[in-house]
């Protein structure tokens, strides 16, 4: 009998945990507010903050789904903030637009004193196409590039998102 009741309780205790585990691991794609070294910005609902990464990049995060057919082993949309230490927004710029595989849209202006460019394009990556949306802002010390690249057949669906998160990108 006593095993029984260790038993339902051990039960109990599992089924508790995996139920606290799911819902702080769907907590992780909520919309969030993410302040970093130099920049904060609001992730999008539907992606998740890689910390401990190591790639270099200052921010970094996928979409919770993947792509369909050649695109398949890729994200349908990443989010990455680059800080490039004594490099101008018009030099980073044009080895961006260089990467183009068409015309590319840009857009450059002013906000709290710094320069802003606005670029967005398509690229090919591994034979998949792939809208690229590029915020650069410039200051004394650096330049924060901001990119969100999205596969060219889900760009539609994730327009509003990556619009809201370049309006909310800004550099302190």
Same mark, same amino acid.
């Given at each position: 009998?006593?095993?029984?009741?260790?038993?339902?309780?051990?039960?109990?205790?599992?089924?508790?945990?995996?139920?606290? *585990? $799911?819902?702080? %691991?769907?907590? +992780?794609?909520? /919309? &969030?507010?993410?302040?970093?070294?130099?920049? @904060?910005?609001?992730?999008?609902?539907?992606?998740?903050?890689?910390?401990?990464?190591?790639?270099?990049?200052?921010?970094?995060?996928?979409?919770?789904?993947?792509?369909?057919?050649?695109?398949?082993?890729?994200?349908?949309?990443?989010?990455?903030?680059?800080?490039?230490?004594?490099?101008?927004?018009?030099?980073?710029?044009?080895? *961006? $637009?260089?990467? %183009?595989?068409? +015309?590319?849209? /840009? &857009?450059?202006?002013?906000?709290?004193?710094? @320069?802003?460019?606005?670029?967005?394009?398509?690229?090919?990556?591994?034979?998949?196409?792939?809208?690229?949306?590029?915020?650069?802002?410039?200051?004394?010390?650096?330049?924060?590039?901001?990119?969100?690249?999205?596969?060219?057949?889900?760009?539609?669906?994730?327009?509003?998102?990556?619009?809201?998160?370049?309006?909310?990108?800004?550099? $302190?």
């Amino acid at each position: 009998m006593e095993i029984l009741i260790v038993g339902s309780i051990i039960v109990a205790l599992m089924v508790w945990a995996s139920t606290r *585990i $799911k819902r702080d %691991a769907a907590a +992780a794609y909520n /919309e &969030e507010a993410i302040e970093a070294d130099g920049f @904060k910005l609001t992730k999008p609902e539907g992606f998740i903050h890689l910390l401990n990464d190591d790639s270099g990049l200052a921010f970094r995060a996928n979409s919770k789904d993947f792509g369909l057919g050649d695109a398949a082993e890729k994200y349908q949309a990443t989010i990455t903030v680059e800080r490039h230490d004594g490099k101008d927004t018009d030099s980073i710029a044009a080895a *961006i $637009k260089e990467s %183009a595989s068409g +015309a590319a849209d /840009e &857009e450059k202006f002013v906000e709290q004193d710094r @320069k802003n460019i606005r670029i967005d394009l398509t690229v090919i990556e591994d034979g998949v196409n792939v809208r690229r949306h590029v915020r650069l802002v410039g200051t004394d010390a650096a330049t924060f590039e901001l990119r969100a690249d999205v596969l060219d057949d889900m760009a539609e669906g994730y327009s509003e998102k990556i619009e809201n998160l370049i309006a909310s990108f800004e550099v $302190k």
